[in-house]
């Protein structure tokens, strides 16, 4: 057998492996995007998902600083229902109640941790930490206290268009401490105090970014 002989099948195989390559590599991009994990454009979606859930979960929280009833009711789709504390029934009857609350505190301050949230398709379910500080005049005896409270909200969520809502809400109570203020709310400066809605300067400032100012 001839050196050219000898070479023709080496030559053969040599192109063969370099056809197969881009074959391959292609073969493993698309298995990536569709196999094991699930396709791209699902992962982009729930991670899209799961980051609108979270600023729902931070508007709650912002709606009850700002005794924002309209920021409170958005978060909810009209027949969810809600369990927290004293309360067991719609979550519409949930934020009047929740308002009554809120409207007799000089401060609040509700803080959310620990978020984990599980995405299927149009429906989500959530854990998160909450942590609450509320300024209050002293149930007993004249002067301020402050109220803490810490717990947890397990929540159910629906896509309906392109807006997630909480469509069943379960909120538990872990710890809450009272304590004296040490310093009166009203001794602060003036200018200085977080106020609530449509008063407080997150209104104006976000007009003003909206406009483009």
């Given at each position: 057998m001839t050196d050219d002989e000898l070479g023709a099948p080496l030559r053969r195989h040599a192109l063969r492996a370099m056809i197969a390559a881009p074959i391959a590599l292609a073969a493993g991009a698309a298995a990536a995007q569709t196999g094991g994990r699930g396709n791209l454009a699902a992962r982009l979606d729930a991670l899209e998902a799961r980051q609108e859930i979270t600023e729902l979960l931070h508007a709650y929280a912002r709606g009850n600083d700002r005794a924002d009833e309209a920021m409170i009711r958005a978060c909810f789709w009209p027949e969810s229902t809600h369990r927290h504390g004293r309360f067991d029934g719609p979550s519409s009857e949930f934020v009047p109640f929740?308002?009554?609350?809120?409207?007799?505190?000089?401060?609040?301050?509700?803080?959310?941790?620990?978020?984990?949230?599980?995405?299927?398709?149009?429906?989500?379910?959530?854990?998160?930490?909450?942590?609450?500080?509320?300024?209050?005049?002293?149930?007993?005896?004249?002067?301020?206290?402050?109220?803490?409270?810490e717990g947890r909200y397990i929540d159910r969520h629906e896509r309906r268009g392109d807006e997630w809502r909480i469509i069943q809400r379960r909120g538990l109570s872990d710890y809450s401490a009272v304590v004296p203020a040490a310093t009166p709310f009203a001794s602060w400066p003036e200018g200085q105090h977080s106020l609530r809605a449509p008063n407080d300067d997150y209104y104006a400032m976000r007009r003003a970014f909206e406009a483009g100012d």
């Amino acid at each position: 057998m001839t050196d050219d002989e000898l070479g023709a099948p080496l030559r053969r195989h040599a192109l063969r492996a370099m056809i197969a390559a881009p074959i391959a590599l292609a073969a493993g991009a698309a298995a990536a995007q569709t196999g094991g994990r699930g396709n791209l454009a699902a992962r982009l979606d729930a991670l899209e998902a799961r980051q609108e859930i979270t600023e729902l979960l931070h508007a709650y929280a912002r709606g009850n600083d700002r005794a924002d009833e309209a920021m409170i009711r958005a978060c909810f789709w009209p027949e969810s229902t809600h369990r927290h504390g004293r309360f067991d029934g719609p979550s519409s009857e949930f934020v009047p109640f929740a308002m009554r609350i809120i409207s007799g505190l000089l401060y609040a301050a509700h803080h959310i941790s620990n978020v984990s949230i599980e995405v299927r398709g149009n429906r989500a379910f959530s854990e998160c930490y909450y942590f609450a500080h509320h300024r209050r005049p002293a149930r007993e005896g004249r002067g301020e206290e402050d109220a803490f409270f810490e717990g947890r909200y397990i929540d159910r969520h629906e896509r309906r268009g392109d807006e997630w809502r909480i469509i069943q809400r379960r909120g538990l109570s872990d710890y809450s401490a009272v304590v004296p203020a040490a310093t009166p709310f009203a001794s602060w400066p003036e200018g200085q105090h977080s106020l609530r809605a449509p008063n407080d300067d997150y209104y104006a400032m976000r007009r003003a970014f909206e406009a483009g100012d």
